[in-house]
Nanobody
Framework: VQLVESGGGLVQPGGSLRLSCTTSGFTFSRYAMKWFRQAPGKERELVAV??????NYADSVKGRFTISRDNAKNTVYLQMNSLKSEDTAVYYC?????????WGQGTQVTVSS
């Protein structure tokens, strides 16, 4: 199982980024996919989830972030708009495959003027 994130970078407040997580090694379409983030000195937090039941978001990103997936490309995306300095973090994609969980290497997002 491999998860590879991309798309991070430096962006000004109010700007946008789209993160991608390309996966392999499992039947992508069958599983819920998640985006987490971890800011310096803070615990990793769940940002967004996409599953057959729909999508869910942390309160802090609702209305600004959108999670989506392309099952033909085995890829999950996180569109981030109206970025704030507090969105600065390393962003990770995640999948839970019994009996464990798998993570990508993370991609750094820095929101700063």
């Amino acid at each position: 199982v491999q998860l590879v994130e991309s798309g991070g970078g430096l962006v000004q407040p109010g700007g946008s980024l789209r993160l991608s997580c390309t996966t392999s090694g499992f039947t992508f379409s069958r599983y819920a996919m998640k985006w987490f983030r971890q800011a310096p000195g803070k615990e990793r937090e769940l940002v967004a989830v996409i599953s057959s039941g729909g999508t869910n978001y942390a309160d802090s990103v609702k209305g600004r972030f959108t999670i989506s997936r392309d099952n033909a490309k085995n890829t999950v995306y996180l569109q981030m708009n109206s970025l704030k300095s507090e969105d600065t973090a390393v962003y990770y994609c995640n999948v839970a495959l019994y009996p464990g969980q798998y993570w990508g290497q993370g991609t750094q997002v820095t929101v700063s003027s």
